[in-house]
């Protein structure tokens, strides 16, 4: 989380537990990886002063034994499938710009002018318990699966990131394309993609 103290610290804790603790078993398990991680976190902060607070989303996505795939998410990190020349969203955003368009209360394109832009409504390692949100999804040979952080999609539409992808290529080029599309419109924030391909 930027602007909070341990953001950094709060992000390796989980991205070293998680997967650790992920054997591809069912959604269950990845849930539960993420739930050990927010403790994790707090333990950490609690025994080391200074980190009071600190905290970090996560957006995760694993790959089950029976070839389907499992998503997590908590905080403002995005997961988007591109299937069949589409591109579709798989996660909500936890704002509280996100929510007041969900409720129709703001429109998509105020969102950087509010007050409250960039204030996140769920994170892990800021309280005891954490509400995480998961699915499951099948998905086909040759689908994509983008994870990335609001630096992001805070500076690509989301016809740029489709355009993006249509245009192909391996899956480190695409991510290396969007990463370079971000910066070039402004990067005002850390910038961070994932782009995976399904195999036969």
Known sequence: MGGHPGGEIAANVVAGLVPASFTGQSVDELEAAVRAANWAIRDRAVA???LEGMGTTICAVGLLTNGQLALVNVGDSRAYLWHAGALNQLTQD?????ELIGRGELREEEAAEHPYYGVLTRALGVGPDVAIDRSTLAVDQGDRIIICSDGLFNELYRAEIASTLAGG???ASVADNLIDGAITHGGH???SVVVAEVAA
């Open 94 to 98: 936890h704002s509280v710009t996100a």
């Open 189 to 191: 924030d850390n910038v």
């Open 48 to 50: 080391q002063p200074g």
């Open 169 to 171: 290529g391996d899956v």
